[in-house]
């Protein structure tokens, strides 16, 4: 799906001694990095002890000679940028940034306003760079890297900061310590049921109780607070977000395998003033993860937003984090993961995806399986508290826990999938199976499968995919608590509007039913009209089953009723809306399912409960793309450059294969391959391009 490069991906590797391609956002102009190049020694990080934790005063009385000593030595951690000697780089801190306001009254939601996110020249920058400000950080980048800013994730840091908030939070209230959220004031918990009563809305009380001894805000550093890694940091942008908007922090570790990021990320956490929190690192991730396998060692939190997939990474990351320990991970590469590439999918996360209407969401539960697969071979399983399918990409978010008891349970937490390719129906067949024996649990293999060799509602064939996840996505307690802090301090975020409707989507979802159908693939699989959705929802709570939308589709519907009984309303709604009968073929899945006689007289009365609160309220739930070509960007080019236009290369490519090219002087306009590997004798009688620059 979408391969995007925004400010918080990267370029790194996971076990190959290669540097990958650099990644937009990631990558830095060289140019920008002219006063730094020398001490890009400095930036290497071993990490084969603990982060040493240096004075920020005494670090920057180091003079240029000490360093390079120092470098010599080896170093333990990313050394920040400034020196006494360096004359383009000032000591003293830039003029008013967001995580210093300039005057001593301003409130926190008067930071947080949509001038935030405008292009400021700062004093202090380097000839050609540009700040983009994102919430309370403010990022570095040379002006030829402004394209790869890619707004669209803000909204996927947005709820990573509010998801881990709220984690620190459950997380040190245990220890005693309170956590403060600038402009968060009564925790108040939001209800979208229909009634209000002092069950809906109630403040947190104080009974008597006495006070957390210690309380921690954000940009502070907490000895005992939670250590976090941004795997795949590029700019650092994510990271200096965690550093200046989570509270109860002991360390962020911002790492990205190529230098020139992590020389940028140093500059970019010296100039918000977060270098007391923020580490900047330029290993490989998976390595870097891999020596942190130690139980003294281990992260609380770790964010993993690659280019693509981030199956090469997943082994390292569920054994190095703590137990309890939050992952976010995120995945791009909806291609492979919606059914456009079954094959591939088994390769990287040991499942066949397939191409159906429900296809966000199985692919949400195909990360979780492969997941909870690789944590099972080291004795631990995962708890996923948040899995969203947004925009071009999906994200979850899971604990990991130890346990060998309940790691046997992951067998009959996995499910494949039957899926109908004439009508759509589709049944899950569990992978295990466990029964209670008294104080003791059996586990016996599945028996299956549940369908014969053909479909009993059109007589098609089935398709089989998975396995995947098919316990609950979500864990509604937290989610509803993220809800919470969200919906009472709107101004923290400048997604705030999104976020709620999003969460408020989730908490409306039938956690137990995996998987959805969408009203009109049932409407068009008989030719007929679509029923509204109210209707159809009404049709099915009249029947007695249970419903709810998804937030992964817009006219999905999540319901515990079987195919049988979706096809018997559909067969009453046609009796109301006809169709052309003699002109649909007897070996149609329409034919042969409008040939049965409904079973039941469903009634399209719309019920009151049938429309959601979120729908009620007008929640913005499916937003439309506020501008054109919103989505991923194109990817860095080899060495640090910056690739061309996207959309000027697809509309270069498109039709490349069914218009063949006759006329040889359009050659030009193509790269030669063997120009690029070097191998190219023709010289300038080439037919194709030799501009790389042009081309590219």
Not at 167 to 192: C, D, Y
Not at 587 to 608: G, M, Q
Request: charged residues 25%.
């Amino acid at each position: 799906m979408h391969d995007h490069p925004c400010v918080c991906h990267t370029t790194n590797t996971a076990r190959f001694g290669k540097q990958c391609p650099p990644r937009a956002g990631g990558v830095t102009d060289s140019f920008m990095l002219v006063r730094t190049a020398r001490l890009f020694p400095l930036f290497i990080s071993h990490h084969r002890r603990p982060f040493c934790t240096h004075s920020v005063r005494q670090t920057f009385r180091r003079s240029l000679g000490g360093a390079v000593a120092t470098a010599s030595r080896g170093l333990t951690s990313m050394e920040p940028l400034k020196t006494a000697q360096d004359p383009e780089i000032p000591t003293n801190k830039p003029s008013p940034t967001p995580a210093e306001p300039s005057s001593e009254g301003m409130s926190p939601a008067q930071t947080d306003t949509t001038a935030d996110k405008e292009k400021t020249p700062p004093a202090g920058l380097l000839p050609g760079e540009t700040v983009f400000k994102e919430g309370k950080a403010s990022i570095l980048f040379p002006s030829a890297n402004e394209v790869f800013y890619n707004p669209v994730q803000e909204f996927n840091r947005d709820l990573t900061c509010a998801v881990i908030t709220e984690f620190a939070r459950e997380l040190l209230a245990q220890r005693g310590v309170k956590v403060v959220v600038p402009g968060e004031k009564e925790r108040v918990v939001v209800s979208l049921s229909e009634e209000t009563n002092e069950a809906d809305v109630q403040t947190e009380e104080k009974n008597g109780a006495e006070e957390p001894a210690v309380t921690v805000t954000v940009g502070e550093k907490y000895e005992h607070g939670l250590r976090v890694l941004e795997g795949l940091a590029a700019s650092g942008l994510r990271s200096v977000r965690f550093a200046l908007e989570v509270p109860g922090l002991q360390s962020v570790t911002a790492n990205d395998f190529s230098t020139k990021a992590a020389a940028l990320i140093a500059r970019n956490a010296q100039y918000n003033g977060v270098s007391h929190l923020l580490q900047a690192s330029c290993r490989d991730a998976s390595m870097l993860m891999y020596e942190m396998r130690g139980k003294k060692e281990r992260y609380d939190v770790i964010d993993l937003d690659p280019y693509g997939s981030p199956a090469s990474f997943l082994d390292a990351a569920v054994q190095a984090v703590t137990e309890g320990g939050l992952l976010c991970i995120t995945c791009t590469d909806m291609a492979v993961l919606a059914g456009n590439s079954g094959e591939t999918c088994y390769s990287k996360y040991g499942s066949v995806s397939i191409k159906a209407k429900y296809c966000h969401e199985m692919a949400l539960r195909i990360i979780l399986h492969s997941l909870d697969q690789r944590a099972a071979v080291y004795q631990r399983y995962i708890q996923p508290l948040l899995s969203v399918s947004v925009d071009f990409y999906i994200r979850v978010f899971v604990r990991v826990f130890t346990g060998q008891a309940k790691v046997k349970n992951s067998a009959s937490k996995q499910a494949l999938v039957y899926n109908c390719v004439g009508c759509g129906s589709f049944h899950l067949q569990r992978m295990g199976r466990k029964t209670s024996n008294g104080k003791h649990m059996k586990y016996s293999p599945a028996t299956g499968p549940p369908v014969g060799p053909q479909c009993e509602h059109c007589g098609q064939r089935h398709q089989l995919g998975g396995p995947m996840w098919a316990e609950p996505i979500h864990d509604l307690a937290f989610v509803q608590k993220v809800l919470s802090a969200v919906s009472g301090n709107p101004s923290r975020f400048g997604t705030s509007k999104r976020i709620e409707g999003m969460l408020s989507m989730v908490t409306e979802e039938l956690e137990d039913v995996p998987l959805y159908y969408t009203v009109d693939s049932l409407s068009s699989t008989i030719h007929c009209n679509t029923p509204p959705l109210l209707q159809f929802r009404s049709a099915l709570l009249h029947a007695g089953h249970r419903v709810s939308l998804s937030h992964a589709s817009k006219n999905a519907i999540k319901t515990d009723a079987p195919p049988s009984a979706l096809w018997d309303i559909m067969r009453c709604w046609e009796k109301a809306n006809p169709v052309k009968r003699e002109k649909l073929s007897e070996t149609s899945p329409a034919f042969k399912i409008l040939s049965t006689e409904p079973s039941l007289e469903a009634c399209f009365t719309v019920r009151e409960d049938a429309n959601p609160q979120s729908r009620k309220r007008h929640l913005t739930r499916f937003q439309e793309n506020p501008q054109a070509f919103w989505g991923p960007k194109a990817r860095a080019k080899t060495g640090g450059g910056i690739s061309t236009d996207l959309q000027e290369k697809r509309k270069k490519c498109q039709n490349k294969r069914k218009n063949q090219i006759t006329d040889s002087s359009h050659l030009k306009d193509y790269p030669c391959k063997r120009f690029k590997q070097g191998t190219c004798t023709y010289g300038d009688k080439c037919c194709f391009s030799h501009n790389l620059e042009q081309t590219e």
